[in-house]
């Protein structure tokens, strides 16, 4: 069954910045969707950066600016790295890699990203 493999959180400092990194454990056939998710403590997961097939990109609000999506479709895997600048506090949070394929949706484990004063 299809993994997504996450990878580069950690601690930051104000207006720092991190690569997130997610990989599928193998090709997922039919994908349309891949992005990153995030979650805090006592709020909903919410869509933070996505990438379709066709190279349509959409980003929270928050995020704008900041935040690049990168997606690489490969023989193999399929790979979705997060690019953020300038981060600030208000990024800490479980940030989620995701794709959607058809009616199966995929998430990764989970990565802490935790931005500091």
Known sequence: QVQLVESGGGLV???GSLRLSCRSTEKIYGLNTMGWYRQ???KEREA???Q???GAQS???SVQGR???IRTDA???NRVDLQMDRLNPEDTAVYYCYAIA???KYWGQGTQVTVST
Request: glycine share 16%.
């Open 48 to 50: 933070v950066a996505l």
């Open 102 to 104: 058809g009616l199966s």
């Open 59 to 61: 980003y929270a609000r």
């Open 52 to 54: 379709t097939n066709g």
């Open 67 to 69: 935040f690049t999506v």
């Open 13 to 15: 400092q104000t207006g």
């Open 40 to 42: 805090t403590p006592g």
């Open 75 to 77: 023989a193999d895997e």
